[in-house]
């Protein structure tokens, strides 16, 4: 069926919805076999976002474990510091192609926030972004950048006001103004045709890898490890390689602080099979159907829900799940900062501490592909107070007596 990967997937959204969903992905449809759309997308991903992202041999790291060679595929070199912003460039043209003239999205951290308020800017949509007031405070540095890129940043005064209140209050909005307003979704989550959309999208890393491997080993990836929030860096990833059996496809979940309700972000095997913002998938919930409260120390991973093929690969063992925890994150962090100069995204460092367990234990002779979804620069307030740098905070503290 339409937008199911098993019995994953699906639209569960309210009737009013149903036919801008059919309109997107009808226009999908149709974009996708248009060599101009292709053309338009591919030119955009080059020239703006400046692809293709390099596949960098990790040299030192690789000697240092002694173990499989370790590539590393660098999305952090994407403009705006993440694979995220290929999807919304993406999804602008779509907008744009069935005459919407405003974007909406919401946001936790702001990395998504980020990148639809850049592609609302390039393509001339007024753009309002709904964040929680908790998050706005906890954020406030990506707060700035949405609003020096023009987006109206609404703050969610209701619930826990974080991300979940704001996705209600942008289904809200879109509801209301679903004529004129295209609903920018962050992952590969959410009702059909978003999924399957995103995951086309982002593709691009995958074919990117299969080729600047090629030209560099000759040989395809015996491994390719992601990190997995709602899933679109790791479905990039891997969805070139899933016909290819020989090929390990791995996703990292957040284990964040501990086992127990609301210490981390791990889906499988604590998550349960539910119908939750428009789509059935994996979920941690309580009995009840409500999601539970999770935690990492990366944003991009501190999520409830996972995309609905995610959850259908993992339960034919295509794609195999593990667990990082915070502690491992930021060791990480620091050892390829070191090692290869490259400060990766939290969030992408969890990809990068499982390939560190496993490459010792594998021979030479087999090759693992890291997928760094992002850069480390976001991280900086994360980093700075797990790192207890106190230079920093006195630098902060002189900013602040200042004034402004
Ligand atoms: C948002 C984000 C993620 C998590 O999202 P996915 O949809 O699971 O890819 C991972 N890494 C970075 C750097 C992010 O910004």
Redesign the pocket.
């Known amino acids: 069926m339409k937008g199911h990967f098993g019995k994953y997937g699906g639209r569960y959204v309210p009737e009013m919805l149903i036919p801008a969903l059919e309109e997107l992905d009808q226009a999908y449809a149709v974009a996708k076999k248009d060599k101009q759309f292709r053309k338009e997308f591919t030119d955009l991903l080059r020239n703006f976002s400046g692809r293709p992202t390099p596949l960098v041999f990790a040299k030192n790291l690789t000697q240092k474990l002694g173990g499989a060679k370790i590539y590393l595929k660098n999305e952090g070199l994407n403009h705006t510091g ?3 912003i290929t999807h919304c460039i993406g999804q602008a043209l779509i907008a744009k192609r069935i005459g919407k003239t405003r974007l909406i999205a919401e946001t936790g951290a702001g ?2 926030g980020v990148a639809t308020a850049t592609v609302a800017a390039k393509f001339g949509f007024s753009c309002t972004v709904y964040m929680g007031e908790v998050d706005i405070a906890r954020q406030r540095p990506n707060v700035f950048l949405m609003e020096q890129l023009g987006a109206k940043v609404v703050p969610v005064p209701f619930g826990s006001k974080t991300l979940k209140d704001a996705v209600n209050a942008a289904i809200k909005d879109w509801i209301e103004n679903v004529k004129d307003t295209h609903y920018v979704l ?3 989550v959410g009702p059909h045709p978003f999924p399957t959309m995103n995951r086309d999208f982002q593709s691009i890393i995958g074919k990117e890898i299969r080729k600047q491997l090629k030209e560099a080993e000759g040989i395809l990836p015996d491994y390719v490890i992601a ?8 479905m990039g990833a891997f969805t070139d390689f899933i016909k290819e059996s020989s090929v390990h496809l791995i996703g990292v979940e957040a284990g964040g602080r501990g086992k127990k309700i609301g210490q981390h972000a791990v889906r499988f095997p604590s998550g349960s099979v539910g119908v939750v913002e428009g789509y059935k998938s994996y979920f941690l919930q309580d009995s009840d159907g409500q999601l539970q409260k999770t935690h990492s120390i990366s944003a ?2 501190d999520y409830p829900g996972i995309g609905p093929e995610l959850s259908f690969l993992h339960d034919n063992n295509r794609v195999k799940f593990v667990s990082i925890t915070d502690q491992e994150a930021l060791e990480a962090v620091k050892t390829l900062s070191e090692l290869e100069g490259i400060i990766p ?1 939290l ?2 460092a969890h990809a990068v501490a499982h390939a560190i367990k496993i490459a010792p234990k594998l021979s030479k002779s087999k090759t693992i592909v890291v997928n760094l ?2 850069r480390g620069d976001k991280d900086i307030f994360i980093l700075t107070k797990a790192f207890k740098d106190k230079k920093f905070y006195e630098f902060m503290k002189n900013l602040v007596e200042e004034g402004i």
């Open positions: 993440a694979h995220k990395q998504h962050g992952s590969v990190c997995v929030g709602g899933g679109s860096n790791a991009g991973l995204a969030e992408s979804s992002g």
